[in-house]
């Protein structure tokens, strides 16, 4: 996995509350050999319409995605954050996120970021760039200069940080393992064998 530290780009105001999974990307693109072509069916049902926020410019360059309460809820489908990953987005602002869509943010090299639906506004029609520093948990209006923090668990906080799957992770813990597995062994020689 691809690390990140911090993301500085323009912010899409889709400012829908409850997007599903099945919204973000529909079940008729999940049915191809391989994952490439995701970002193609990103919000499919919507993007048929000219005017859908991310049809038009500036947006068609965002970099990190504006939403309302609840984005990412529905089923576990971990093809939704690739998808928005494949449009280039790295970062989505919600005042709050599907528990599983949340987690696989962070697996899939986006950061989800919990605010208040006061500041996303605000984000919304400040114009101009966003930058989302996962290190510091901030994000700040370039144009202005106004910062907000967020709260992150710190597991996946590094996991992203160091582009660590939860392999990597546990591997991270190697000495460790291997000073226990000779204790043990030394303990408990029968369950070696």
Known sequence: MEALREVTALAAPLMRANVDTDQIIPTRFLARPTEEGLGEGLFAEWAADPQFV???????????LLA??????????????????????????????????????????????????????????????????????????????????????PRLQRMLLEGLDEIALTKTQQPAIDDYRTT??????????
């Open 54 to 64: 991310l049809n038009r410019s500036p947006w068609t360059e965002a970099g990190i």
């Open 68 to 153: 309302g309460a609840n984005f990412g809820c529905g089923s576990s489908r971990e093809a939704a954050p690739r998808a928005l990953r494949q449009r280039g987005f790295r970062a989505v602002i919600a005042p709050s996120f599907g528990d599983i869509f949340f987690n696989n943010c962070f697996r899939n090299g986006i950061v989800p970021v919990r605010l208040p639906m006061e500041a996303i506004e605000r984000f919304a029609t400040a114009g101009g760039p966003l930058k989302v520093d996962l290190a510091e948990r901030t994000v700040t209006i370039l144009a202005t200069g106004e910062v907000q923090r967020f709260e992150v668990p």
């Open 184 to 193: 043990d062994r030394a303990r408990r020689p029968w369950a070696y064998l």
